[in-house]
């Protein structure tokens, strides 16, 4: 994903290079012809447009491209070959999405590299980066499914577990919204980040006033 975030601003960079370089000749041809570029009444509307565009454009093809699910992806989610994987590593990237500007907001991105174990294969090794609310129960250390390619062993998905939950003071919480909570005193994670999610659980509603304290009393413990 860093990789994504490199390469579009490398050529978000250039993209504007380019458009200042080719309107500068125009506005100069312009001015030597003494001919303004644009009339009195469609100027405006036409400048606006082409700036939404030429800036706006590239932003927008971005955000289509980052939030893409490759189809190879969709593919081994209903024909992959099953296999249980151990989680070596998780890093947070230090990337949030889809938050506030505030400090540490959004979903974190992590980066997991497993060691897929095969029946009757050589085990092997992938790292992939994905959001916290793809990665539940993915800690170091744990043993997982996945589904790959054998014919290409870079091309792996994890399988999370459908319409299952797991409990923490009492009460439970969906999949879906768990992401990488844990028994506070099992919990690998930083506290403050812990934290943080519980808080955004908190703000979407997807957690009670009573499920939200006991969450957070659990995680402070």
Known sequence: MAKKIVIFILGYFVWLGLVMFVGMN????????????FNDTTGPIVFLIGALIIFGGPI?????WFYHTP??????????????????EVK??????GGSRARNSGTPWWRVKLQVQPAGDSPF????????????????????????????????????PEGQSFSASGFSYP??????MQNGSQSRRDTTQQLLELVTLHQKGELT????????KKILA
């Open 92 to 97: 947070d990237t230090g990337i949030r999405t």
């Open 125 to 160: 090794e992938v790292v992939m980066e994905k959001s916290a609310n793809k990665l539940f129960m993915v800690q170091q250390g744990n043993t997982i499914n996945v589904k790959y390619d054998p014919n290409n062993k870079k091309h792996v998905v994890i399988i999370q």
């Open 209 to 216: 006033d009573v499920e939200f304290e006991a969450a957070k």
């Open 60 to 64: 927008v093809i971005f955000l289509l």
């Open 26 to 37: 125009f506005l100069n041809s312009a001015l030597t012809d003494k001919v303004s570029p």
């Open 175 to 180: 999949t879906s919204n768990a992401s990488y």
């Open 71 to 88: 189809k190879w992806e969709k593919d081994l989610q209903i024909s992959g070959t099953l296999a249980k994987a151990v989680v070596l």
